[in-house]
């Protein structure tokens, strides 16, 4: 990735992305994970602010599965960040959430009570440039093959987001 040719002027608020699973512990980590180092790459850390949640707080303050982890450094990529729980304030204060799969997807328009952030709700594979698929499998209760997928689904989608967000920021 090279670049950015024209940073963002002072007064512009970052772009806030959240990503979403059920757990927060495979593939909305992997998302954040991924999405930091392709927007660290561009030089657009001051652009793009990037979080991740789960719909469900069972894994609160865990590390990303060690599983999903391996997978990811085995790419390149350094591993951080714990597990946390989607809240109502984060619909308002992040610009695109994005869900790994269509009940991820129901869960955020739920806690979405009054509709008004259903624009900015969507799912993470909208953003697939080369791959097709209509979410992100739950690699959890499976074996090595389910993370390589995440991993490649999340990379896809996430070259596609920043390409995305460049055109509509610059």
């Given at each position: 990735?090279?670049?950015?040719?024209?940073?963002?002027?002072?007064?512009r608020?970052?772009?806030?992305?959240?990503?979403?699973?059920m757990?927060?512990?495979?593939?909305?980590p992997?998302?954040?994970i991924?999405?930091?180092?392709?927007?660290?790459?561009?030089?657009?850390?001051?652009?793009?602010?990037?979080?991740?949640?789960?719909?469900?707080?069972?894994?609160?303050?865990k590390?990303?599965?060690?599983?999903m982890a391996d997978?990811?450094?085995?790419?390149?990529?350094?591993?951080?960040g714990?597990?946390?729980?989607v809240?109502?304030?984060?619909?308002?204060?992040?610009?695109l959430?994005?869900?790994?799969d269509?009940?991820n997807?129901?869960d955020?328009?739920?806690?979405?009570?009054e509709?008004?952030?259903r624009?900015?709700?969507?799912?993470?594979?909208?953003?697939?440039?080369?791959?097709?698929?209509?979410?992100?499998?739950?690699?959890?209760?499976g074996?090595?093959?389910?993370?390589?997928?995440?991993?490649?689904?999340?990379?896809?989608?996430?070259a596609?987001?920043?390409d995305?967000?460049?055109?509509?920021?610059?």
């Open positions: 990735m090279g670049k950015l040719l024209h940073p963002m002027p002072a007064d608020k970052p772009f806030r992305v959240l990503f979403v699973c757990g927060n512990i495979c593939r909305s992997a998302a954040e991924v999405f930091r180092q392709q927007v660290s790459e561009a030089g657009l850390n001051d652009s793009i602010h990037i979080d991740s949640a789960g719909t469900i707080g069972y894994h609160s303050g590390r990303p599965d060690p599983r997978t990811l450094r085995r790419r390149g990529y350094p591993i951080a714990r597990a946390r729980q809240t109502a304030r984060d619909l308002a204060d992040f610009d959430l994005l869900a790994a269509p009940e997807l129901a955020l328009r739920r806690l979405d009570r509709g008004l952030h624009g900015k709700i969507r799912l993470l594979v909208d953003y697939c440039v080369d791959k097709e698929a209509d979410h992100v499998p739950d690699p959890y209760y074996g090595q093959q389910g993370f390589e997928e995440v991993a490649d689904l999340v990379e896809d989608a996430c596609g987001l920043l995305e967000i460049r055109r509509k920021r610059a």
